[in-house]
């Protein structure tokens, strides 16, 4: 296992437990102790853990995991909601596009499709994230408008004021959002207000609305309002998802399709 890979897996398990000890993590890694010893170490000089006697815990309470640390957990059913997401989009149509892992394999699963091969332009995409205007912008079939804003070094997204001029003279067709929480009272959620925020003036520039997301974000409630039920008309998630939730959702106006 690489260093790399090594340290998104030893993140991944601080966020889950808020916990790790040495031997805990050498074993469920399968390196030494000693390994594990100096990638902690090198972590808590970047300031992404904390290190305490004989292990480390995550900074605070509530963690976001920075997006270039996150691993493929969970990679087989991001790929399918993507898919099914990037069905949705008609050729010709303008596609908001939030940041997140589900929404950069959303892009991915556009780009790959036959029928958006060519046009004048095939699609329209619109997107606050960095990293998903630098995979699409070398198809010259799709048109990509990136807002304005700061960087957030967690999600790779643009956030501020500066996106409000952008986003205030555009219309879409479909605004796809990658959420950290989705609950049927609360409705959907991020980490940070600012780029809530953002998120919020995609969907209220779209005439539909698709959220993207696994079922273990479902009935969750994270810190930042992105919009309430209401206004989302799909949810495509995974077929994890228990009939419960699908029927809550359904019943306040939501059609869900599980992949």
């Not at 696994?214 to 009939?243: E, P, Y």
Request: hydrophobic share 45%; with cysteine; glycine share 8%.
């Amino acid at each position: 296992m690489s260093r790399d890979a090594r340290w998104k897996a030893l993140l991944e398990l601080l966020v889950e437990r808020g916990r790790l000890e040495v031997e805990e993590a050498a074993t469920e890694l399968a390196v030494s102790a000693a390994t594990i010893r100096r990638d902690f170490d090198q972590l808590a000089e970047q300031q992404m853990l904390v290190r305490t006697r004989g292990g480390a815990v995550v900074h605070g309470v509530s963690y976001e995991l920075p997006l270039r640390y996150k691993t493929a957990r969970r990679a087989s059913e991001k790929q399918r909601i993507a898919k099914a997401v990037a069905d949705l989009v008609a050729p010709g149509e303008a596609v908001g596009l939030t940041g997140g892992t589900t929404t950069t394999e959303v892009a991915r699963a556009l780009a790959v499709r036959g029928d958006l091969s060519t046009g004048s332009p095939a699609l329209t995409v619109v997107t606050n994230a960095l990293n998903i205007a630098n995979e699409l912008a070398v198809r010259p079939q799709f048109k990509i408008v990136v807002t304005g804003g700061v960087a957030r070094a967690q999600s790779y997204e643009l956030i501020g004021p500066l996106a409000d001029g952008v986003l205030g003279q555009i219309t879409l067709d479909v605004a796809v959002l990658g959420v950290v929480a989705f609950d049927v009272t609360h409705g959907a959620a991020a980490h940070d207000e600012a780029e809530a925020a953002i998120n919020r003036l995609l969907c209220e520039r779209a005439e539909r609305v698709v959220v993207a997301a696994d079922s273990s974000k479902l009935g969750q409630r994270a810190f930042a309002r992105i919009c309430g039920t209401d206004l989302v008309n799909t949810l495509v998630t995974d077929t994890a998802v228990d009939g419960e939730t699908v029927a809550r959702f359904e019943e306040a106006g939501v059609r869900v399709l599980a992949v």
